[in-house]
């Protein structure tokens, strides 16, 4: 994690190089806000204002809880909240409820939690939402984790069905719950977006620049890559927040999708 005051020297090149065609590759960017402390999320944020998309995870909202998120919108970011909330429907109803009142745009539930949860879920969303004057947020469906490969997927779990007709699978459940997308591996994008259209958000972790460490990591592309099979938003943590030069690494995920765009 690198010092607030190493991003805040390097902000002038980052605001040179991202002038106004680089908005929209920072629309499609959440950075995953993993491997610091509440303070140095912030710090992070606020020192790199092209960023416009934030994820809070479990490790950030255990240790900093509704206020980190509070804070970060405070600072005009916008808040994807990945809890990954699986659990009966009841339970993820009121976790949604809640969620929902943080002003996250974009929260997490398992696919595998099934229609009822689903629904229950995207219920109470809408419904919190609506009742503290904030716009609904979008409840995205985590399919299979990226960091599962085929091979011990079904060794472990039993479960003998390719990823690619499993993964469609938990989407379209998803769907037809009314959960508005999924988040996946950028390598099942293409065969998503085939069979849901926008504005069915297809959200993808997974991403790794050309040459940057898988680490946990299994189903992996490019984000321009990525972005050309569909996807809607990329989610990228350690290639930026691990990199010598995160504001640079940042910077340089932008210009790929601003080439992809081009
Ligand atoms: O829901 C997620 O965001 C998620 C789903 C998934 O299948 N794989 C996955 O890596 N993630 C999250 O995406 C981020 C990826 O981080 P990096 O591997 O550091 O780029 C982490 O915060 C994960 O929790």
Not at 35 to 51: D, K, T
Not at 138 to 162: G, Y
Not at 224 to 235: I, K
Request: charged share 15%; glycine share 8%; proline share 8%.
């Amino acid at each position: 994690m690198p010092s607030p005051c190493r991003l805040e020297d390097a902000l002038p090149n980052l605001q040179a190089s991202c002038q106004r065609p680089l908005l929209e590759p920072s629309d499609q960017i959440i950075v995953a806000l993993d491997g610091m402390a509440p303070e140095q999320a912030m710090a992070f944020a606020s020192a790199v204002p092209a960023l416009r998309w934030v994820k809070v995870g479990l490790e950030l909202f255990v240790a900093g809880g509704p206020a980190v998120v509070q804070q970060l919108r405070d600072q005009g970011k916008r808040v994807f909240l990945d809890l990954k909330f699986h659990d009966i429907p009841a339970t993820m109803a009121g976790a949604c409820r809640s969620a929902a009142r943080l002003g996250a745009e974009l929260i997490t539930v398992h696919a595998s939690a099934g229609s009822v949860a689903l629904g229950a879920a995207q219920a109470a969303a809408l419904e919190s939402a609506a009742a503290v004057g904030l716009s609904a947020p979008t409840l995205l469906a985590v399919t299979v984790l990226t960091s599962w490969e085929q091979a011990r997927f079904a060794s472990e779990l039993a479960i003998e069905e390719p990823l690619s007709t499993y993964v469609p699978r938990l989407a379209q459940l998803a769907a037809a719950a009314g959960i508005g997308g999924c988040v996946c591996s950028p390598l099942e994008v293409a065969a998503l977006r085939a069979a849901h259209q926008e504005p069915f958000a297809l959200v993808t972790p997974g991403i790794r620049p050309a040459g940057a460490a898988l680490g946990d990591q299994q189903r992996v592309l490019t984000p321009a890559q990525a972005v050309a099979a569909g996807a809607s938003q990329l989610v990228i943590g350690r290639p930026i927040t691990a990199a010598p030069d995160p504001v640079a690494a940042f910077a340089a995920c932008c210009r790929e999708l601003l080439g992809h765009h081009a």
